[in-house]
């Protein structure tokens, strides 16, 4: 008989899993009707009988990956093999990847030349973050409610105290009561929401703005709407951390608060997939196949490489929100901010916990 | 809204002077109104910021925006200047060949002035 814990793990792998498949089913339908797996095309090619096979021989692969993907993370998990689980990861990464860059390969045959005509709005660029700087730093302030409560019970946190929960739902992972072993998960939150604050700042000041011609309203503004959608994330992760920074005061619910930061996860993403993928269908009335861009700019149909467009971020050929313009080096600065901050400061409270 | 074509052998300059000029002339744009800054206009359009700063000096050349560090580009009250006799004939001879060509196209003439007249009263309103 399986024990609890690993029913639990086991379900909300599943549960996990069938999100993702979920997120890579839909990713066709998440880009201008121009636009075909990163590839310019007549509007009407989305319709034939060829994109159609192209999209079903998409989901396939990306569907086999997911299950090999998830394979690997949950074998890894039961079996206590750190190498699979890495695997998994790594499959669950580099296979979607892969299944979208041999979809674009199929659909460069049906390439059409990408319009000329270049749009923009005269309207006064807003730049400002959503909610102005009150509601920026709500995240901050979140985090630090949290470090004054716990800081305001430091008494009642034992002496030692798990931080890791093996699948037998036993602790294998300890800390102590010092600052970096308490405050740790909050420094990690701040510097990742701070980093995050950066970004938003970023896409905000630095991002091309989508025409205003093709069908839209002229109120949607997409840098602001990514922006809100960031505010969300600093909100969660500020929210997730400052739990986690709790939980000794609050024993050790590990499975609880797996199954409530995943089941927060799937339904926050489902929201902004929605409220995003609702702004691509508005601009569907664009005339103009396309996004402006160059399809030989898009490398493996993923990245963007443009020496000639000032924009640091352009809107993402697939899936939603932007991606940074590889040419520029500012981009590259961002990109090293966004990713080797969180992973050197993740290993440095990691390093430095007792 | 600013429109250019890359593909046209008119420069990019001079098609987002002459797009903003038509706008600033529709009264579009009231006086004191900004602009988008140099940067912001030349990453919406995709095109070099130099290429818009040259834009943006030649209508503050020709009275329309004032320029000043930090401001970004503000619509000016362009008084209506006096018409000088050598602009007057430049413009008619730009006039005929503009005319003449798309007479070669086809488009009738009757066709030709009303849109003309309809431009001219669509462009004068204050």
Redesign the interface.
């Known amino acids: 008989m399986i024990a609890r814990p690993q029913m639990i793990f086991g379900s909300l792998m599943l549960a996990v899993a069938a999100f993702v498949a979920w997120v890579l089913w839909s990713l066709p339908n998440w880009s201008r009707p121009g636009l075909f797996f990163s590839v310019t095309v007549v509007p009407s090619f989305r319709d034939s009988a060829e994109a159609a096979r192209v999209v079903s021989s998409f989901r396939m692969q990306a569907l086999l990956h997911v299950v090999i993907g998830f394979g690997l993370v949950v074998g890894g998990a039961m079996l206590d093999r750190a190498v699979l689980l890495i695997l998994g990861v790594l499959w669950l990464v580099a296979g979607p990847l892969v299944a979208v860059s041999i979809a674009h390969a199929k659909a460069l045959p049906h390439a059409v030349a990408h319009s000329?005509?270049?749009?923009?709005?005269?309207a006064?660029?807003l730049s400002q973050l959503p909610g102005g700087w009150i509601l920026q730093l709500s995240p901050f302030a979140l985090l630090l409610v949290t470090a004054a409560y716990v800081a305001a019970h430091w008494n009642q946190i034992p002496d030692r105290f798990p931080v890791h929960w093996g699948l037998n739902g036993m602790p294998n992972g300890w800390s102590t009561r010092t600052t970096m072993g308490v405050y740790g998960p909050l420094y990690f939150g701040a510097g990742l929401v701070a980093m995050i604050s950066l970004l938003s700042y970023a896409i905000t000041h630095?991002?091309?703005?989508p025409?205003?011609?093709g069908g839209s309203d002229g109120k949607r503004d997409h840098p602001q709407r990514m922006a809100l959608v960031l505010l969300g994330v600093e909100l969660f992760v500020a929210a997730m951390l400052s739990f986690v920074a709790l939980l000794p005061l609050m024993g050790s619910p590990g499975v609880t608060s797996m199954m409530i930061t995943a089941a927060g996860i799937v339904i926050g993403v489902i929201f902004l997939s929605r409220w995003q993928s609702h702004g691509i269908s508005n601009s569907a009335a664009s005339v103009q196949p396309g996004d402006?861009?160059p399809d030989s700019c898009w490398k493996l149909g993923l990245f963007y490489f443009n020496p000639?467009?000032?924009?640091?971020f352009v809107e993402k050929r697939v899936g939603i929100g932007y991606t940074i313009n590889f040419a520029r080096g500012a981009a590259w600065a961002i990109l090293v901010l966004t990713v080797v901050l969180p992973l050197g400061l993740a290993a440095l409270v990691i390093r430095n916990r007792p | 809204m600013l429109r250019i074509d890359l593909a046209l052998p008119r420069p990019v300059y001079e098609q987002i002077v002459s797009g903003l000029r038509a706008l600033l002339v529709a009264g579009e744009f009231v006086p004191g109104e900004q602009l988008p800054t140099v940067r912001q206009l030349a990453t919406d359009l995709g095109v070099h910021h130099n290429t818009v700063a040259e834009s943006y000096r030649l209508l503050a050349d020709e009275g329309w925006l004032d320029l000043r560090r930090g401001r970004g580009a503000v619509v000016l009250d362009r008084e209506k200047p006096r018409p000088i006799t050598a602009e007057k004939h430049g413009f008619r001879l730009r006039l005929e060949e503009l005319i003449a060509k798309a007479i070669t196209d086809g488009v009738p003439r009757s066709a030709l002035a009303a849109h003309m007249a309809a431009l001219a009263k669509k462009l004068g309103k204050p």
Do not use: I, N
């Open positions: 000329t005509v270049r749009e923009a709005s005269l006064p660029r630095a991002a091309r703005r025409p205003a011609s402006g861009t000639d467009d000032p924009a640091l």
